[in-house]
């Protein structure tokens, strides 16, 4: 491949990966979340966009990657699963800031991390570098189920 349809083909992957950021960003915190009892180790607000942009645009060089080595037919399945857990990414901002689901947003993140958890392997196995770029992804939401079940739990009588 050419390193002009190379770069094609990246920009491509970056806005398939981004389309979920988008729809994400849709649903903003606000004076809901602002109101709602968080524990202490919440991070500040303003770290969410770097993080998540980061964890993006390495989800989008793993697939790039990986689609570059393997192509589509390859890599099927793993295809399937990354291509499940961005939709799942999109949607918990929905359910967390735009319907105020902190309980459904939860287990949406538990299937969200099965879901990267599994895409990670399916990755890992075909091309090792691209299942080492969803790592990050894994601990984060691994951690933001933490946090999501956490508000949930202090928010539940409300």
């Not at 607000?45 to 993006?56: A, I, N, Q």
């Not at 939860?106 to 299942?131: D, H, M, N, R, V």
Request: charged share 5%; glycine share 8%; hydrophobic share 55%.
């Amino acid at each position: 491949m050419r390193s002009g349809q190379q770069i094609i083909s990246l920009i491509i992957w970056i806005g398939i990966c981004f389309i979920p950021a988008v729809t994400g960003s849709q649903f903003t915190p606000g004076e809901w979340y602002a109101r709602l009892a968080k524990p202490a180790w919440t991070p500040p607000g303003y770290l969410f966009g770097p993080v998540w942009t980061s964890l993006y645009t390495m989800m989008e060089i793993a697939a790039w990657l990986l689609w570059k080595g393997v192509g589509l037919s390859g890599a099927k399945i793993a295809f399937i699963l990354f291509f499940g857990q961005l939709i799942l990414n999109g949607m918990w901002s929905w359910l967390f800031f735009g319907m105020h689901k902190p309980g459904l947003a939860f287990i949406e993140l538990c299937l969200l991390w099965i879901l990267i958890l599994a895409t990670l392997i399916a990755f890992w196995k075909l091309y090792q570098p691209s299942g080492i770029l969803l790592i990050p992804c894994t601990i984060w939401v691994s951690f933001a189920t933490i946090l999501n079940f956490s508000i949930w739990f202090l928010n539940k009588s409300n």
